[in-house]
């Protein structure tokens, strides 16, 4: 019901800056400027949520670094995220 809101958080370990990836996604990021013009994060947003175990995910595959699968600061599961 939006309630209640948590951040995302990447793993402990994860390097400061690291790209955050999902697999079967691969390319370059995108600019700033491309994100504005092409309205990415309004296409992007929907098919963000977390899963059972509250790890964020992009179309149900979980968003990673080389350190781990990034969550929901308290794992709260089943919840759109955006």
Same mark, same amino acid.
């Given at each position: !019901?939006?309630? @209640?809101?948590? &951040?995302? $958080?990447? =793993?402990? +370990? ?5 790209? *955050?990836?999902? $697999? #079967? &996604? +691969? #390319? +370059?990021?995108?600019?700033e ?8 994060? !309004? @296409?992007? &947003? =929907? !098919?963000?949520?977390?899963n059972s175990?509250? *790890? ?5 595959? =979980?968003? /990673? /670094? ?14 759109? *995220?955006?």
């Amino acid at each position: !019901d939006g309630s @209640k809101v948590e &951040f995302i $958080e990447p =793993p402990a +370990d994860a390097e400061i800056g690291e790209r *955050v990836m999902v $697999e #079967g &996604f +691969d #390319g +370059d990021p995108a600019t700033e400027n491309q994100i504005i013009k092409k309205k990415m994060l !309004d @296409k992007i &947003f =929907p !098919d963000l949520s977390t899963n059972s175990e509250g *790890v964020a995910c992009y179309k149900g595959v =979980p968003l /990673t /670094t080389s350190a781990g699968s990034c969550t929901a600061q308290n794992k709260m599961p089943n919840t759109p *995220v955006g």
